[in-house]
């Protein structure tokens, strides 16, 4: 079983950065997708950035240019680095590990932009 453990959320003003962490703990396969997600007040949830084992990104296009997806294949974990944030940035995050039938999410971390 795998589980999730994010953080580094919180409230930044506009054009401001963060980094959220998302550590994985338990039995890691070989070949994955792991990933953010986020979903706004009312609002699906929505992809936001995804890398697989072989470092394959990917990145919704409301993001492309201003957010970084990374991994740490050592220390199991993955990150986000989120420059020139917008209020409609604001949601809350997830990570997310895909593995052949298996799909697990984190708890969520809140970003909010606001001035």
């Known amino acids: 079983q795998v589980q999730l453990v994010e953080s580094g959320g919180g409230l930044v003003q506009p054009g401001g950065s963060l980094r959220l962490s998302c550590a994985a703990s338990?039995?890691?396969?070989?070949?994955?997708?792991m990933g953010w997600y986020r979903q706004a007040p009312g609002k699906p949830r929505e992809l936001v950035a995804t890398?697989?084992?072989?470092?394959?990104?990917n990145y919704a296009q409301s993001v492309k240019g201003r957010f970084t997806i990374s991994k740490d294949n050592a220390k199991r974990a993955v990150y986000l680095q989120m420059n020139s944030l917008k209020p409609e940035d604001t949601a809350v995050y997830y990570c997310?590990?895909?593995?052949?039938?298996?799909?697990?999410w984190g708890q969520g971390t809140q970003v909010t932009v606001s001035s």
């Open positions: 997310n590990y895909k593995e052949d039938r298996l799909d697990v």
């Open positions: 338990g039995t890691i396969s070989r070949f994955y997708v």
């Open positions: 890398t697989t084992t072989r470092s394959i990104t």
